[in-house]
């Protein structure tokens, strides 16, 4: 619980924080569901006292996430994945068994309202090119790593353990991403 509040405590010290220096500008509606999923997800516990065996680590590309190397339509591009195969991971008929059909709806919305904006900054940013954004560089590392963790759920047989365990990383996963969304503010 305490690793949830820290998680918690980080996403709103980020919301406050002052303006980062890309222009697609991450509205505080953004932040605040983006904190709030964090909350939800943190309700979403199973049972990890009995889910030790199954920890695994999936390798979050960190290092292509929080580099201050990424333009503006790569770290939009790069948060959008995120939440587009976080979304498409949760809307799944496997995770409706999983979980609390209250908080995982919570989740669903929470995730397509922030996909929605950042459709919104990708477009602006864009102007409407089409771009080989999603199929190269930080942006594809963070669908390998997605694809990880549905191999991994499979391999599990999309068991209850499996799924919090994904849980806890989807919610480490949304932890590293706060200096990116910082920077989009």
């Not at 190397?69 to 809307?91: G, K, P, R, T, Y």
């Amino acid at each position: 619980m305490a690793f949830v509040l820290s998680l918690l405590m980080a996403l709103a010290l980020v919301s406050y924080g002052p303006g980062g220096s890309l222009g697609c500008d991450l509205s505080q509606n953004h932040m605040l569901v983006g904190s709030q999923n964090l909350r939800i997800l943190g309700q979403m516990r199973i049972s990890p006292r009995f889910c030790l065996q199954d920890r695994k680590d999936f390798t979050f590309p960190q290092e292509m996430v929080e580099g201050g190397q990424l333009h503006e339509a790569q770290a939009i591009s790069v948060l959008h994945e995120m939440l587009q195969q976080s979304f498409n991971l949760f809307h799944t008929e496997r995770a409706s068994a999983a979980w609390n059909t209250t908080l995982l709806e919570q989740l669903r919305t929470g995730l397509h309202q922030q996909l929605d904006h950042l459709d919104t900054c990708l477009g602006q940013v864009m102007g409407g090119e089409d771009s080989a954004l999603g199929r190269t560089g930080p942006t594809l590392a963070v669908k390998r790593y997605f694809q990880g963790i549905h191999v991994y759920l499979k391999e599990k047989g999309y068991s209850d353990c499996a799924w919090d365990i994904v849980r806890l990383e989807i919610m480490r996963s949304f932890s590293s991403s706060a200096s990116l969304q910082e920077r989009l503010r």
